[in-house]
C-alpha cells in the first residue's frame, strides 16, 4: 500500500452536475498531481500541485480546478460534467518537486457521468 | 513530442518462462522512466525507474528493465514469471511540466 488514499471509490452524477473528489497524500510528501484514465487507455495528466500552488497542466478545460490544503490533502473539482469525463481519476503525491520525483498513486475514484 | 509506445495490446507467457514488456519513447534531453503495474480495480503501483547511471534497473517484485539509448527503449524484464504477475503493465516518461506521459498500456497474462 502506497499510502495514498482517494474517496470517495465510485461516484455517479449526471450531466451539468459538479464534482468534487478528494486525495490525501502520503505523509510527508510535497506534490500531488491528478490524471484522468479512461476505460482502455493509459492515464492522462490534469494538473499538478507543489506547496498549494498549480505548477503544472495538461490539456484539460478550465471546469477541471484543483486545491491542494497544507496537511497535503487535495481536491479535484469538474464543474459542468460531460458523458466523457466518465473515467477513473487517480491521484499521485510524490516526496519532492522534480524529473527524477517517483509518484505513487492512490486506488482512484471511478467516476460516471449519465 | 513526447510520447511513449508500448507496442504489444498482450503479451502472454507460461509460468516460469522469462517475460519481457516492451516501450520505446521519444523525448528531447535526459529521459526519465518509470514503469508501473495495474491490476483490476486498483491503482497503479510503482515498479522501477531509470533515472541516471547503470542501463539495467532493478525493482520490485523481481522486475527488472533495460535502458538502451540508442535504440530508445525502456523493456520490463522478469526471468521467470508468475501468474500473479498478470496485470497491466503501463511505461512511463517525465515530460514538462513534471506530468508523467504514459503508453498504452499491456497486457500481461501468465498461463499455469
Known amino acids: 500500500e502506497t499510502g495514498v488514499t482517494q474517496s470517495p471509490t465510485h461516484l455517479i452524477k449526471t450531466r451539468g452536475q459538479q464534482v468534487t473528489l478528494r486525495c490525501s497524500s502520503q505523509?510527508?510528501?510535497?506534490?500531488v498531481s491528478w490524471y484522468q484514465q479512461a476505460l482502455g487507455q493509459g492515464p492522462q495528466f490534469i494538473f499538478q500541485?507543489?506547496?498549494?500552488?498549480?505548477?503544472g497542466r495538461g490539456n484539460f478545460p478550465p471546469r477541471f480546478s484543483g486545491l491542494q490544503f497544507p496537511n497535503y490533502s487535495s481536491e479535484l473539482n469538474v464543474n459542468a460534467l460531460e458523458l466523457d469525463d466518465s473515467a477513473l481519476y487517480l491521484c499521485a503525491s510524490g516526496l519532492a518537486w522534480g524529473q527524477a520525483d517517483t509518484q505513487y498513486f492512490g486506488p482512484g475514484t471511478r467516476l460516471t457521468v449519465l | 513530442a513526447q510520447s511513449v509506445a508500448q507496442p504489444e495490446d498482450q503479451v502472454n507467457v507460461a509460468e516460469g518462462n522469462p517475460l519481457t514488456v516492451k516501450c520505446t519513447y521519444s523525448?528531447?534531453?535526459?529521459?526519465?522512466l518509470f514503469w508501473y503495474v495495474q491490476y483490476p480495480n486498483r491503482g497503479l503501483q510503482f515498479l522501477l525507474k531509470?533515472?541516471?547511471?547503470d542501463n539495467l534497473v532493478k525493482g520490485s517484485y523481481g522486475f527488472e528493465a533495460e535502458f538502451n539509448k540508442s535504440q530508445t527503449s525502456f523493456h520490463l524484464k522478469k526471468p521467470s514469471a508468475l501468474v500473479s504477475d498478470s496485470a497491466l503493465y503501463f511505461c512511463?516518461?517525465?515530460?514538462?511540466?513534471?506530468?508523467?506521459?504514459w503508453g498504452a498500456g499491456t497486457k500481461l497474462i501468465i498461463k499455469p
Open positions: 523525448v528531447s534531453g535526459n529521459p526519465y
Open positions: 531509470y533515472i541516471t547511471g
Open positions: 505523509s510527508g510528501h510535497n506534490t
Open positions: 512511463a516518461v517525465r515530460g514538462r511540466n513534471y506530468q508523467l506521459i
Open positions: 500541485y507543489y506547496r498549494e500552488e498549480e505548477n
